[in-house]
Each structure stands twice: as C-alpha cells, then as structure tokens.
C-alpha cells in the first residue's frame, strides 16, 4: 500500500519544516540574523496509464491519465534577507548596517566571513574586532589615547583626542554585497561565507550605489516574526498530524486485509 511510504515521506517534511521554525525562534534575539524557510517539491509519479497514450486503433488518445505521487521531498531551505529592526545600544562600536551589504571579516585561517551583526568592541592593541576577536575588514586602530569615537553614516571612523579641537580620521568601514545573499554560507556565531551559489563579493562604501549605510550605536535586530512563525508551527503541526492519521487509516485496511478468511 503506497500510502505507507507516501505519509511517511510526508512526515519526514513537516519535521524538517518545525526544525527550521524552531531554529528561527531560538534566533529571534541574535543580532543580524536572517529567518529561513523550507520549500518543499512533489517526488516522482508513478505512470499507471500515461497522459497522451493511444488508447484505441482509431488514434484516441488518453487526455488525462492515471499518475500516482509517491510523496514530497525538501526542495530547499533558503535565508530571507529581509531587514530587521534597529534597537538602539548606546554603545559607540556597536554598529547597524541599513540597507544592503555585510561587514567583512577576517578568520584565523586568512579566510574573508561576512555577518550583518555589528556588536564590535576593540582589540587590547586598539584594532576593531568582533566578540571573538576577528578583525572587521579592512582594519581599523583606534589610538589608545582617544576619548570619542564617532562613525558616520558614510563609515567614516574619526576619533577625538583630549586637547585636539578637530577629529581625526582613522579609517573606513567598508561594506561587502553579493548577486545573491541567500547563497551565502552560513558557518555559525554570526558569519557567512562565500559560495558558488553566491556569486563573487561586491566591496564598496556605505551610502554608495548599491550599498547602505551604517548607524553608530544600533544593532539590527532578526527579521523573525514570532506571529508568523508560531502560524507557521502550528500548520506544520497539524500537517504532521494529519500525515500519521494517514498511516494509522492505512494500517487498519492493511488489517482488514489480513484478517480476510
């Protein structure tokens, strides 16, 4: 009975689908995080009696056939890259990107990451860094001697030194765009990676074409909607549900068969 195996694949979906609700809603406070969703696709058909068969000596021709579905299968599981809230921190490195583009980061390994999460704090040597001391792309030094920092929304770094009346600059924050952002890698704390999927990386100026601007003393918060996500679980739940009364109808005629005398 092919409704074994059909109900089967089709709660093995719906599991995949709460994994990922559920992972959204463990997110929903991690700075620049991205919700995702799967999207599923019908599995192979199986031809009892093929559409535009001939059906007679005269050339009739069968219009619709007879195909059975043999389930669902996950297609994919792709980031939204929608922009999420800004919340103030009154912290002068933490930094909220408004528009497109990521912030550069450099691993251990030499590799570039890229994350939307601007909580940065500074190095004991003075360099900008990420909450695991990576350096935000291309390197910016804060002198041990300044008193303010201030970041425009252009990216331009300029400190104040105590006795200086004027600013000094002291580096550029650059921002990072990809063709397609949903193909980027996802690596854990914060990062992405480039992918073959994601096309080759886009460096530019915040408040240039193409790229947004930043905002000093701002986080950008998820792009996770609690409503639409418990929505969401609850369809996916009862889906599942759904699928095992299946199994269960299936296996009382299947015990019906057996006990045939």
């Known amino acids: ?7 089967a694949t089709g709660m093995l979906a719906q599991q995949l689908n709460v994994e990922v609700i559920s992972n959204n809603l463990a997110n929903m406070n991690t700075s620049g995080f991205k919700r ?4 599923f696709q019908d599995l192979l058909y199986q031809n009892i009696e093929r559409v535009g068969a001939t059906s007679s000596d005269a050339g009739t021709v069968v219009p619709t056939g007879v195909q059975i579905g043999v389930g669902v299968k996950a297609g994919t ?37 890229y994350t939307r999460a601007g909580t940065f704090a500074t190095s004991p040597d003075g360099q900008l860094v990420t909450p695991d ?15 303010d ?6 990216g331009e770094v300029q400190v104040y030194i ?3 009346t004027l600013p000094q600059t002291v580096g550029q924050i650059e921002l990072t765009n990809f063709f397609n952002e949903a193909g980027l890698g996802a690596i854990g704390d914060n990062l992405l990676k480039e992918s073959g999927a994601s096309g080759s990386p886009i460096s530019g100026t915040p408040g240039s074409t193409g790229f947004g601007t930043v905002l000093q003393g701002f986080l ?26 299946v199994i269960s109808t299936a296996d009382e005629m299947l015990s019906v068969t057996s006990n045939l005398r």
């Open 1 to 7: 009975m092919r409704a074994l195996s059909i109900a």
């Open 36 to 39: 995702q969703r799967a999207e």
């Open 77 to 113: 599981v792709y980031r939204v890259t929608g922009q999420g809230d800004l919340t103030p921190t009154e912290n002068m490195f933490d930094i909220a990107i408004q528009g497109k583009g990521y912030f550069r980061v450099q691993l251990p390994s030499g590799e570039d990451a």
């Open 133 to 147: 001391g990576y350096v935000v792309a291309p390197g910016i030094n804060i002198p041990q001697d300044a008193v």
């Open 149 to 154: 920092v201030a970041i425009n929304q252009q």
């Open 162 to 164: 105590d006795g200086d």
């Open 220 to 245: 950008e918060t998820s792009n996770v909607n609690t409503v639409s996500e418990i929505t969401s679980l609850i369809a996916a739940q009862r889906a599942y549900e759904m699928n095992a009364k």
